[in-house]
């Protein structure tokens, strides 16, 4: 059945599609941490629809939050609405700056506005990106990303991005990695007409990369002195999946505009952009779309930071995202003879990396076939496409997890035949 719905989906749809070549299964339903294909094959989802669940499918907390709302109203453009306030109530709350918002739809039009904030706000050209950013594929946002296959359009818009080097120790051209970073984010600044910094504070599709501590310390020093906006991209880190609400929290740093997607979301679409409020000098519908914060995404936006908020969800993630890293390095210790490999992580963001003896990308894809075939949905990261990731929902349940191991160690040992 599975096969006759992609033969459909392919007649039908773009030949440019991307997840369907990784995961060749229709999918029927979704419960918690499981996704049960149109065959009533049941998988475990360290996927979550790409870092997005984060609560688990179908939570009945979210679906109350859903019921509730469309009982009142389901669109009424920027005419506020209660949800709307207690929502950027709720919100404020888990930031540790004096915010304001502005609603936007997807991940990359937040990025979008965000960049267009420091521009108007700073009156300069530049913005600086670093090499494994992912920060969306829209016009305005593909100049920013730099995956291999977004590289080929990044001439037919320029973006007026300063490419740098990310701090990724594993692969780091310089001896002193993080400090060598920051002084060229120096040299840029003091030199270039830079309108501000966009950072991931976990690069994402970039391979799972983990800074060393003091990275965005570093880029709040700069931007502060030569007083430009410092942006940080949340969309994938945040809403609790490094442990903490916010990952910049744990740099103990004060951003200057945040971008929030995914999680917040649960699965319905919406994203915003919180800034601090000295930024907020726009001219009237400096932003516009009609579909810009929808009230049902608000209602799950604040159904799931109360949750965060008043249960131990975080310390969750902290314990069993270390355990389950320690255990991805000592299954790749012991079994991968390949060549060489490095596991990363912070909190539910794991990635391992594979490479050959020369450190070589190798790519994981026959890994994610495998362990697809054993039951396990688990997607790839990396610009070379040799990183796997975990990202499970954070209420995944242990059994999973160790579930999930286990199948992992037994998709390494094969490698090796
Ligand atoms: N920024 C980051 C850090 C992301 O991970 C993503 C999506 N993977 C985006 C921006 C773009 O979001 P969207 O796909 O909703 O445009």
């Known amino acids: 059945r599975s096969a006759e719905i992609l033969k459909q989906q392919e007649e039908l749809e773009t030949s440019a599609l991307n997840y369907p070549k990784y995961f060749s299964i229709a999918v029927k ?8 294909d149109v065959d009533n094959n049941v998988y475990i989802d360290w996927f979550a629809g790409i870092a997005v669940v984060n609560l688990g499918h179908n939570n009945p907390i979210i ?3 859903v019921d509730s709302q469309l009982d009142k109203i389901w669109h009424y453009m920027e005419i506020p609405t209660e949800i709307r306030i207690e929502f950027m109530k709720t919100l404020r709350r888990t930031l540790n700056f004096d915010a304001k918002f502005l609603f936007t739809t997807t991940g990359a039009d937040a990025v979008e506005a965000a960049v267009k904030i420091a521009r108007w706000n700073s009156g300069k050209r530049y913005i600086i990106a670093f090499n494994e950013a992912y920060h969306g594929v829209s016009a305005a946002t593909i100049g920013l990303s730099n995956m291999l296959n977004h590289r080929k359009f990044q001439p037919y818009y ?35 007409d830079v309108a501000g910094i966009i950072v991931e504070p976990v690069a994402g599709e970039g391979g799972y990369i983990v800074p060393p501590k003091g990275f965005l310390k570093g880029l709040r020093e700069i931007t502060t002195e030569y007083n430009v906006p410092l942006i940080i991209d949340e969309i994938q880190t945040g809403v609790g999946r490094t442990g903490k609400i916010w990952a910049y929290e744990w740099e103990g740093i004060k951003p200057d505009i945040v971008t ?17 409020k000295d930024l907020d000098k726009l001219p009237q519908a400096f932003h516009l779309g009609t579909y810009r914060g929808n009230p049902i995404g608000m209602a799950v936006g604040n159904a799931t930071l109360n949750y965060i908020m008043n249960s131990n969800l975080l310390e969750r993630v902290i314990t069993l995202g270390d355990f389950t890293k320690k255990r991805f390095d000592e299954i790749m210790e012991d079994n991968y003879k390949q060549g060489k490999y490095d596991v990363r992580g912070l909190g539910f963001m794991i990635g391992i990396e594979f490479s050959n003896e020369r450190k070589d990308p190798i790519s994981v894809k026959p890994f994610i076939d495998i362990l697809l075939k054993k039951g396990i949905i688990m997607y790839k990261s990396g610009i070379y496409d040799n990183v796997l990731r975990y990202m499970a929902p954070l209420t995944i349940p242990k059994l999973l997890i160790d579930r999930g ?12 035949q």
């Open 260 to 276: 929030i997607s995914k999680g917040i979301g649960e699965g319905i679409p919406i994203s915003l952009v919180a800034f601090n």
């Open 63 to 65: 679906r109350q939050a």
């Open 158 to 192: 320029d973006n007026n991005v300063i490419r740098l080097p990310y701090p990724y120790e594993y692969r780091c051209p310089f001896k002193d990695c993080l400090n060598e970073v920051l002084s060229l984010v120096d040299y840029e600044m003091k030199n270039n």
């Open 29 to 36: 339903e979704a419960k918690g941490s499981t996704i049960v």
């Open 405 to 416: 191991l286990e199948k992992f160690e037994e998709t390494i040992k094969l490698s090796n």
